[in-house]
Antibody, heavy 121, light 107 residues
Framework: QVQLVESGGGVVQPGGSLRLSCAAS????????MHWVRQAPGKGLEWVAF????????YYADSVKGRFTISRDNSKNTLYLQMNSLRAEDTAVYYC??????????????WGKGTTVTVSS | DIQMTQSPSSLSASVGDRVTITCRAS??????LNWYQQKPGKAPKLLIY???SLQSGVPSRFSGSGSGTDFTLTISSLQPEDFATYYC?????????FGQGTKLEIK
């Protein structure tokens, strides 16, 4: 079955860096666009970034542009989110999610369980 | 950027009730609108895509309608497992945006 498993979360000081990973299985990872979405404690969902199936195009929320980088390694079936210059407001559960079809639709049909990032001194 | 506004922000209802949640986009998004359900401590689950198409495995008591800027999610007869938070999401353009959520609580 389709499965997405995030890892790499933790506690980091303001200004620090963290790299999240999302291991994919149960589908042809290299054919699907992928997203990162986050949810601050007690808040709603915030889209973070999207990468096309081949990594050729990447899109970011304004709140993370220039600080976060989405990437993928299709040989390892893994999605990444490199987060630099972290701020307190980046504290959230980070989810990876896949697109429903091989054609980009900006929809998210399967989500991982999430990994928690806490930015605090 | 497209802003998504849901109403109400919270709603109390009873098992068996018919419930409607509204989502409005700040500009026309055709039918590029999805609905998600999220339960506490869990990841969101896709319910409706393209405004009115039911995701596989989702009970038929859920339905979606609308196009342009105004959309609705309807639950025809609330079940105990439906008490959750619901989000709309526009898939028309990046940056992707979600509504602020509607928390559906038991009356």
């Amino acid at each position: 079955q389709v499965q997405l498993v995030e890892s790499g979360g933790g506690v980091v000081q303001p200004g620090g860096s963290l790299r999240l990973s999302c291991a994919a299985s149960g589908f042809t990872f290299s054919s699907y666009g992928m997203h990162w979405v986050r949810q601050a404690p007690g808040k709603g969902l915030e889209w973070v970034a999207f990468i096309r199936y081949d990594g050729s195009n990447k899109y970011y929320a304004d709140s993370v542009k220039g600080r976060f980088t989405i990437s993928r390694d299709n040989s390892k079936n893994t999605l990444y989110l490199q987060m630099n210059s972290l701020r307190a407001e980046d504290t959230a559960v980070y989810y990876c999610a896949k697109e429903p079809t091989t054609v980009t639709s900006l929809s998210l049909d399967v989500w991982g369980k999430g990994t928690t990032v806490t930015v605090s001194s | 950027d497209i802003q998504m506004t849901q109403s109400p922000s919270s709603l109390s209802a009873s098992v068996g009730d018919r419930v409607t949640i509204t989502c409005r986009a700040s500009q026309s998004i055709s039918s590029y609108l999805n609905w998600y359900q999220q339960k506490p401590g869990k990841a969101p689950k896709l319910l409706i895509y393209a405004a009115s198409s039911l995701q596989s495995g989702v009970p038929s008591r859920f339905s979606g309608s609308g196009s342009g800027t105004d959309f609705t999610l309807t639950i025809s007869s609330l079940q105990p497992e439906d008490f959750a938070t619901y989000y709309c999401q526009q898939s028309y353009s990046t940056p992707v945006s979600f509504g602020q959520g509607t928390k559906l609580e038991i009356k």
